[in-house]
């Protein structure tokens, strides 16, 4: 299976603030990751797919990136909207595997 | 507008099947390229992708648990079921379905389920 390590486990920032998650992936999956935000209580939400592609109704403040096997989610102007917990997918190769959350807080 | 909802038991016991359903709307399994997923989540912990149907009736498993679960779908292709033989504790979790972007086996979950809790217990 393809392992998915996502850093940091946890993230406290401030408003406003640049915000940056990654997702290392064992092996080439290509552009197959994809960004959810799960706040709680709630299901996942498609944020990034495509590793850069935005998902319609998302902010422009969230883009994704890739060097090589290490992809990037970046918040530009992080909002109190924003708190929740990030995930990773690669879905490259099966079983589609998930990375291990990013917990977002506010500072 | 594309919604999709889980149902299950809530609580069943260590060594019974679990059967779940994901009714759904704003799509149609029987339209080419259409693929409906199933994923879980344990309290606190990170997601895992179990099993996916297509339009055409094709089946995708995770292996680590691919002799354990059943997917199908009903004749009008609004509904997709999920059964999970001798479950035990570590079954307890949220199960979500979610409608995949699926292409020659790679995709992304666009629309999910607002999730159902399972708990085992004796």
């Known amino acids: 299976d393809i392992q998915m390590t996502q850093s940091p486990a946890s993230l406290s920032a401030s408003l406003e603030e640049i915000v940056t998650i990654t997702c290392q992936a064992s092996?080439?999956?290509?552009?197959?990751l994809s960004w959810y935000q799960q706040k709680p209580g709630k299901s996942p939400q498609l944020l990034i797919y495509?590793?850069?592609s935005l998902a319609d109704g998302v902010p422009s403040r969230f883009s994704g990136s890739r060097s090589g096997t290490q992809y990037s989610l970046k918040i530009s102007r992080l909002q109190v909207e924003d708190i929740g917990i990030y995930y990773c997918?690669?879905?490259?190769?099966?079983?589609?595997?998930f990375g291990g959350g990013t917990k977002l807080e506010l500072k | 507008q594309v919604t999709l909802k889980e149902s299950g038991p809530g609580m069943l016991q260590p060594s019974k099947t679990l059967s779940l359903t994901c009714s759904f709307s704003?799509?149609?399994?029987?339209?080419?390229?259409?693929?409906v997923s199933w994923i879980r989540q344990p309290s606190g912990k990170s997601l895992e992708w179990l099993a996916a149907?297509?339009?055409?009736?094709?089946?995708y498993y995770n292996p680590s648990l691919k002799s354990r679960l059943t997917v199908s779908k009903d004749t009008s292709n609004t509904q997709v079921f999920l059964k999970i033989t001798s479950v035990d504790i570590a079954d307890t979790a949220t199960y979500y379905c979610?409608?995949?972007?699926?292409?020659?086996?790679?995709?992304?979950?666009?629309?999910w389920g607002q999730g159902v809790m399972v708990t085992v217990s004796s």
């Open positions: 149907i297509d339009w055409d009736g094709d089946k």
């Open positions: 979610a409608r995949t972007v699926f292409n020659y086996g790679r995709g992304y979950f666009d629309y």
């Open positions: 092996q080439d999956i290509g552009n197959w």
């Open positions: 997918l690669q879905a490259y190769s099966a079983p589609w595997t």
């Open positions: 704003g799509f149609s399994l029987s339209t080419s390229g259409m693929v």
């Open positions: 495509g590793a850069t």
